[in-house]
């Protein structure tokens, strides 16, 4: 079953909890950071008066997953997008591609590679909640499947219909995601991408890149006809000579006799 | 070996320029002691919200574009059969070889872990157009290899190797025309994934085509900068009456490109930024007017076309303008979804310094102890005179 997270951000009161958990559950180094980095993966931060974590939003059809050369990140049917640090050459293009500007970088390190949320993937397939929902004083992140979540967020939405927005930010972003969030402030003030595209990024790339076996053949054929063809020209006018009109190119090293 | 009797008179001021050479590779060495050592942070403004700059958008971009003129002017002799242009081949085989090695040094610098370039051969992802662009960079610099092979296997009077390249010249020119088509299009791909990042002004589903064509008409720019380069350096003549088709290809290539972006820019209704003159217009118009205006109003006046010096300004121009656009798409167009300029390093500025500048000495070594530029015979086997 496709697991992910619930945030609340009406009911986040901003402990901070879920940070620190974070932290060491996945022995990153140091303090938590301000912003979210390759050593600290979730953030809470206050905005228009109200508390929202920065997190991966472990997409349906992940776009760092399909941009990454050698398929480091990939969704797992649990849920969580996982990253392989032993295959990654660092290109970063799923730093540049991904909607959501999660992935980040050990900019610091020689030898460096990519930090982000893998939503507890151990814990998670060992059926366990990931280490923020468990930490979460408040309740306001929730672990659970994704349908049980979706619906969860309706009923808050329903019965409180002044405390919410009418907006489940991840049920449609970006083609969906596992980590969704409710709110009592537009999304955009706190911080999240709007306007993001209902359908997932790596399709756009998905309809080139899956016509280049057709190319190949069509313009590997026309090439070559282009080819033969033009060098049938010369073989035909080889065997009957025509008065060219570019005299001095053609008696170069045939001497008049 | 007459050029080699008029080399040292020719220079000026020999002093200042070895003394330059020498301090940018120092500077070189030093700045890649410290990228190695201390990783990407210490040496370039890259930060997480600005993960691609100068090496990406004009090492690979432009390394890779201007490198265009070899696959260009290979598909013109070899399948179009245009013979006449067989001179400026050879030197622009060598603009492409050298232009993708210096791709891949470049590569070596910003990947963060370069010693894995290898992982795209054996971690498959076809999703991926980055996958697609690491494989046509490895094939097509193969293929630039053993097209470049017969120059250095005749100096050292390997024949047969060298005839059984020639032999295969066909399949080898196809493959290259194949690997570019899809290389030069593919660094367009790589941004059809951030709609929502990249300015309206470059974004469009076309990139992969306006990629394609605008590195042809910069690739052909680039060969006649070349004849014009070699031409002061060795004193040697212009072929005027191979540049000036040329150039004339370079204008139709430029026009349809010019015309295909400006219908976009309407279908994106991003005319209000360059009305507007904002940071993005600005340098849309400063790109469009080098890329696209200049070379093509100058070049399709059959006076200037024939004339060196206004030849040599549009081919220039039509190179810089190339070079704008791919930093426009990679740094400009990206840097409002980022909420942050990049400007780059000095010190990423001079890796890329001084790649080029070793791209360009090696350049002129190659052209010196090689036959490049002088009339090679052909390999007299492959067609016997008793026909």
Not at chain 2, 283 to 308: C, D, H, W, Y
Request: hydrophobic share 45%; net charge positive; proline share 7%.
């Amino acid at each position: 079953m496709s697991m992910g997270l619930l945030f609340d951000a009406t009911r986040c009161v901003g402990c901070g909890a879920c940070a620190s958990a974070c932290k060491e559950q996945n022995h990153l180094p140091g303090e938590v950071e301000e912003r979210t980095t390759a050593y600290t993966w979730t953030t809470v931060e206050e905005k228009e008066g109200a508390y929202v974590r920065h997190l991966c939003m472990h997409c349906l059809v992940p776009t760092c997953a399909s941009v990454c050369p050698v398929a480091a990140l990939k969704k797992t049917p649990e849920g969580p997008v996982v990253y392989d640090s032993e295959k990654c050459m660092g290109c970063r293009y799923c730093m540049m591609a991904c909607p959501f500007d999660v992935p980040k970088y050990q900019w610091d390190r020689a030898v460096p590679i990519v930090g982000k949320c893998i939503l507890c993937a151990g814990r998670v397939k060992e059926g366990k909640p990931t280490a923020c929902a468990e930490a979460c004083p408040a309740d306001a992140t929730l672990f659970g499947s994704r349908a049980d979540l979706i619906k969860e967020a309706k009923k808050r939405i329903r019965e409180n219909p002044g405390g919410y927005l009418d907006h489940i930010y991840g049920q449609t972003e970006a083609g969906g995601t596992s980590v969704m969030m409710i709110s009592n402030v537009p999304f955009e003030k706190l911080g999240l991408k709007k306007d993001l595209p209902g359908e997932p990024p790596a399709l756009r790339t998905w309809q080139v890149l899956s016509n280049i076996p057709d190319f190949v053949a069509v313009w590997g054929v026309f090439l070559y006809g282009v080819h033969w063809i033009t060098a049938r020209r010369d073989v035909v006018a080889q065997a009957h000579p025509r008065p060219r009109p570019e005299g001095p190119e053609a008696p170069k090293d045939r001497r008049p006799s | 070996m007459s050029t080699a009797a008029t080399q040292p008179a020719r220079r000026p001021w020999p002093g200042f320029w070895t003394a330059l050479f020498a301090v940018l590779f120092i500077a070189f060495c030093v700045v890649t002691v410290i990228r190695f050592t201390k990783g990407l942070g210490a040496v370039t403004n890259l930060s997480d919200r600005f993960p691609w700059g100068l090496w990406i958008g004009f090492d690979l971009l432009c390394g890779v574009g201007l490198a265009a003129g070899a696959f260009t002017l290979t598909a013109v002799v070899h399948l179009f059969n245009l013979r006449k242009f067989e001179p400026i081949v050879r030197p622009a085989i060598l603009t492409g070889f050298l232009g993708y090695i210096f791709v891949i040094m470049a590569l070596m610098f910003d990947l963060g872990q370069p010693w894995r370039i290898w992982h795209a051969l054996i971690y498959w992802n076809p999703h991926s157009v980055m996958f697609e662009v690491a494989w046509c960079v490895m094939l097509y610099t193969t293929v630039l290899t053993m097209e470049f092979a017969p120059v250095v296997l005749e100096r050292f009077g390997f024949h047969a190797p060298s005839r059984i390249i020639h032999g295969l010249i066909t399949p080898l020119v196809i493959a290259g025309v194949l690997l570019s088509t899809l290389h030069q299009s593919s660094l367009g791909s790589l941004y059809l994934i951030v709609p929502t990042k990249l300015h309206p002004l470059w974004y469009s589903q076309l990139l992969p085509l306006f990629f394609y064509i605008s590195a042809i008409g910069a690739g052909i720019g680039m060969v006649i900068l070349e004849s014009y380069m070699s031409k002061r350096a060795f004193g040697r003549h212009l072929e005027m009456e191979l540049l000036e088709p040329l150039a004339r290809a370079m204008v139709v290539a430029l026009g349809i490109y010019g015309l295909l972006r400006l219908q976009t820019i309407a279908r994106n209704h991003a005319f209000g930024d360059i009305g507007a003159l904002t940071y993005e217009g600005k340098m849309f118009l400063l790109e469009f007017a080098l890329g696209v205006v200049i070379p093509v109003v100058l070049l399709s006046f059959q006076k200037l076309r024939t004339n060196a010096s206004w030849l040599v300004t549009g081919a220039f121009s039509a190179v810089l303008g190339f070079v704008v656009n791919r930093l426009n798409v990679s740094v400009t167009g990206m840097e409002r979804a980022a909420g942050i300029r990049y400007i780059p390093s000095l010190m990423e500025i001079i890796v890329s310094v001084g790649l080029v500048g070793l791209g360009m000495a090696v350049f002129a070594l190659t052209v010196r102890y090689f036959p490049i530029f002088e009339p090679h015979p052909e390999p007299e086997p492959a067609d016997p005179e008793g026909a």
